[in-house]
């Protein structure tokens, strides 16, 4: 079955901390996704990689293929990057996405 | 605005009412996507459409859900006979291709049934 696993679910974090989101999948992938997603607000897609690293300005995204893994990490969290980031993956393929079940992240000041 | 659109951004409909969800695409994007987020649930892939085409609706209910992208216009998302478990947000998402291509969302449309 075609899945997608994400934690932690819920993440507090104090303004400044490093904060890492992890997501694994269960079969081969074409792409993985980052989104981000405010409360009652729309969907921004922050990432797609298909192997290695990207980074954008205090946003870094990796992915271990052989692992089926990926992390985004958060440096100098602060309170507006409180939302839900949720990951998303093509299975091999495919045009749809598959999601994870979000992480709610909230930075307090 | 050179985003994806959606509107209406909420839509009010009372039950067994029909329901019109509307998106223009990116420019020069020709693939579609449509999502639906249940309260409390994440997001789930109903139908994928390129001009004038239904290429993957494995993700749609087999009755009253129907999802067209004319040559001409936006891609329309239908909800006939409304119920109450069809209140979500529904999110449409365009791409240039269908790999190797980010997909963009807009801000989705909110329907509550009455």
């Known amino acids: 079955k075609n899945e997608v696993e994400q934690s932690p679910q819920n993440l507090t974090a104090q303004e400044g901390e490093f904060i890492t989101i992890n997501c694994s999948y269960s079969?081969?992938?074409?792409?993985l996704h980052w989104l981000q997603q405010h409360p009652g607000g729309g969907i921004v897609s922050l990432f797609m990689l298909s192997s290695g690293k990207k980074k954008h300005g205090r946003l870094i995204a990796t992915i271990n293929i052989q692992e089926k893994h990926s992390s985004l990490h958060i440096t100098a969290s602060h309170p507006r990057d409180s939302a839900v980031y949720i990951c998303?993956?093509?299975?091999?393929?495919?045009?749809?996405?598959?999601f994870g079940a979000g992480t709610i992240l909230r930075v307090k000041s | 605005n050179a985003g994806v659109m959606q509107n209406p951004r909420h839509l009010v409909r009372r039950r067994g009412q029909e329901a019109r969800l509307r998106c223009s695409p990116m420019?020069?994007?020709?693939?579609v996507y449509w999502y639906r987020q249940l309260p409390e649930e994440g997001l789930k892939f109903m139908v994928y459409l390129q001009k004038e085409n239904i290429i993957d609706e494995s993700g749609m209910p087999k009755e009253r859900f129907s999802a067209e992208f004319p040559k001409e216009g936006p891609s329309i998302l239908r909800i006939q006979q409304v119920v109450r478990g069809d209140s979500a947000a529904y999110f449409c998402?365009?791409?240039?291709?269908?790999?190797?291509?980010?997909?963009?969302f807009g801000d989705g449309t909110r329907l509550s049934i009455l």
């Open positions: 079969v081969g992938i074409s792409a």
């Open positions: 998402a365009s791409s240039a291709d269908y790999s190797n291509q980010p997909q963009h």
């Open positions: 420019k020069g994007h020709s693939h």
């Open positions: 998303a993956v093509n299975f091999d393929r495919t045009a749809k996405l598959v």
